[in-house]
């Protein structure tokens, strides 16, 4: 019994080994990911959709452990859009008690890791309880220095360049600014990600080929990559698929 015990924890990690088989020279630093299909999952089961959205939130944990195992720098996960608020009350009640089932459990796994929770979007019109879990997760990992964990929470890319633009207009009418000044560069640091490099990669699940509102200003010359999985189905190996074919894509940013 003890042998076959053994053997089969060799298999399954020769079989862990294998699916990290790959380069680990050109390994994206900031790999972004709209994690959609969690509510088709879930009708496809006869199931409400908050069970897709609860099934969604375990796949994070093992996209969060294989980034950090692989070398990622920054992991941006979509979670909730400005638009969501218009999804049934029921299912936003769900979708914004999840961050904090989410880090109530995971946050000291975290912090063992070195990971370091970020939070892009506007918190100001999150519920309180919320604001809480975020709040605590980002202030507990300030000090850690590895892989930035950053959550897309109430976020919309369209109204983050308004008021990046509006910012920038303020500088300039207090003459903080020339307006010959401005530059993309410029720009980039009156955004909400103005402390995260852009994304090399994007990841999107579903089937669904479209950025739905997000990164839109950070996300111009990054790989794209999109799979017909569903996010509650989506794998370590789906993962590392993607980051595969990442690595044989040249980047040339507009040149030959």
Sequence with gaps: MLNKLMGRKKSEQVDKEKSLDFSSENIPKHIAIIMDGNGRWAKKRGLPRVAGHREGM???????????????????????????????????????????????????????????????????????????????????????????????????????????????????????????????SVLSDHLMTANLNDPDLLIRTSGEIRLSNFMLWQLAYSEFWFTDVLWPDFSREHFIEAVRVYQNRQRRYGGV
Aim: aromatic share 8%; glycine share 4%; net charge negative.
């Design 58 to 184: 375990n796949v994070i944990r093992e996209i969060v452990s294989t980034s950090n195992e692989i070398g990622v720098e920054v992991l941006t996960l979509y979670a909730f859009s400005t638009e969501n608020w218009k999804r049934p009350k029921t299912e936003v009640d769900f979708l914004m008690r999840l961050p904090e089932r989410f880090l109530n459990v995971e946050l000291p796994k975290l912090i063992e890791e070195n990971v370091v929770v970020r939070i892009t979007g506007e918190r100001e019109n999150l519920p309180e309880y919320t604001k809480r879990a975020v709040n605590k997760a980002v202030e507990a990992t300030k000090e850690n220095n590895g892989l930035i964990l950053n959550f897309a929470l109430n976020y919309g890319s369209r109204s983050e360049i308004i008021d990046g633009i509006k910012s920038l207009y303020k500088e300039i009418e207090a003459g903080e600014m020339d307006i010959n000044e401005i530059s993309e």
